[in-house]
């Protein structure tokens, strides 16, 4: 064939005379790399953006125990302690709990108009909530049936009760981590959870050398007149990562399966191309060289591999990296109703999907290759006989 453009024209012409077949094929294609790709982009991510969101956490956190049980700290006696170990920059007493919202359980948080570690909110543009109000996670918008969202509701632990006004709601892009939050001022946050003034739940503490964080332990544990359990940002990290680990552990099966199918779909192409022996044989003998009957066939596998390759990396990517996708939280992670949604950091993501298209595509092509040479270096007459159509 003297020109190459000839070559991919009739290539293309012979996928036509088999739509069914092509389609086929290339949906075969597409949806091994969606599957394999969704599986490990998912895991990847997730534990990716877990990482970052914890970083900007505190080095270590101090909590009292009482016969195995969390108690208050005295905010005073705890910071003297604290920040007399060498290496601790700052001591940091927070106040929160787990109580009862308006749909549910939610984690209500204290703070006060000088703390600087509060999150960014919107679109109060920072300004922390005074007596009766709440800046709320995008899991705690209450809806009614006019589809509006209640400025107003009730939180309840035990006998007390409080009603506050929502003045701001939590940037949705990290719901990860503020889900379920439910900002208050530090007296209401107290007057809930019946902590006395000069207490609170635990103490986060922040040290000068982070990688250095376990080293100074032993001297914090002494430090303190009471039983204290601390838990560092290391130790957060890797029980994080291995509980994720373990719930998208379902995940990776789906590669098995995904294996099998790629395992057909070469030998459905390497059947395929060894099928074509009479219109190899006929082409020989329309005087096409070896060279073209193989770049027919390498251009008529590339024709089904290459769409179905970049579509299914960009349904892939849609599905993982789509802003504010909430059906991992259904499907792996047993929310019911109101899963948070997912922001997922998607570096490294470009890597993994040409890894995974090259893994599925390379084998596919290869497949078709060695039949495509055997039939256009065999002889004509011979091709044509095999056929029993000469």
Same mark, same amino acid.
């Given at each position: 064939m003297k020109y190459i453009p000839a070559i991919w024209l009739w290539a293309a012409r012979d996928l036509i005379r088999h739509p069914f077949e092509s389609i086929l094929l290339a949906s075969a294609l597409a949806s091994v790399i969606i599957v394999a790709s969704v599986s490990l982009l998912l895991s990847q991510g997730i534990s990716e953006t877990a990482i970052r969101l914890l970083e900007h956490g505190p080095s270590v956190v101090v909590r009292r125990v009482v016969s195995g049980h969390w108690v208050p700290v005295p905010v005073e006696d705890a910071v003297r302690a604290a920040v007399s170990v060498p290496g601790v920059i700052s001591a940091r007493p927070r %106040?929160? $709990?787990? %109580?009862?919202? &308006?749909? $549910? &359980?939610v984690t209500i948080m204290g703070t006060s108009l000088t703390d600087e570690n509060m999150l960014k909110i919107h679109p109060v543009h920072g300004r922390s909530p005074v007596q009766g109000e709440a800046v709320i996670g995008p899991g705690v918008i209450s809806v009614s049936s006019n589809g509006k969202m209640h400025t107003e509701f009730f939180l309840v632990n035990g006998r007390r009760e409080l009603k506050v006004k929502v003045t701001g709601v939590l940037p949705a892009e990290n719901s990860m981590a503020v889900h379920d939050i439910v900002l208050l001022d530090e007296n209401d946050a107290r007057y809930l959870l019946d902590l006395e003034e000069g207490f609170a739940s635990d103490l986060a503490i922040r040290v000068f050398h982070e990688q250095e964080s376990d080293a100074i332990l032993p001297d914090l544990v002494d430090s303190f007149p009471w039983p204290v359990s601390l838990t560092t =940002?290391?130790? !957060?990290? =890797?029980?994080y990562?291995?509980? !994720?680990?373990? #719930? !998208? $552990?379902l995940v990776y099966l789906a590669l098995v399966p995904s294996l099998l199918a790629l395992a057909l779909l070469v030998t459905a192409g390497f059947k395929g191309t060894r099928g074509k022996i009479y219109e190899a044989g006929l082409l020989k003998a329309m005087g096409w060289t070896t060279q073209d009957i193989v770049g027919f066939f390498m251009c008529r596998a590339a024709l089904i591999s290459f769409p179905a390759c970049t579509f299914g990396m960009t349904v892939a990517y849609a599905l993982v990296y789509m802003p504010g996708i909430s059906w991992p939280g259904y499907l792996f992670f047993g929310w019911q109703s109101n899963a948070p949604g997912l922001y997922l950091n998607s570096e490294g993501a470009v890597m993994v999907l040409? /890894?995974?298209a090259s893994g599925v595509v390379v084998p596919y092509l290869f497949s078709n290759l060695w039949p495509a040479i055997e039939n256009? !270096?065999?002889? &004509?007459? /011979?091709?044509? #006989?095999?056929e029993g159509r000469w």
């Open positions: %106040i929160w $709990g787990v %109580i009862n919202g &308006p749909e $549910g &359980p =940002k290391n130790e !957060t990290l =890797k029980i990562s291995t509980s !994720t680990s373990r #719930q !998208t $552990g040409l /890894q995974i256009a !270096t065999a002889d &004509p007459h /011979q091709l044509l #006989q095999e």
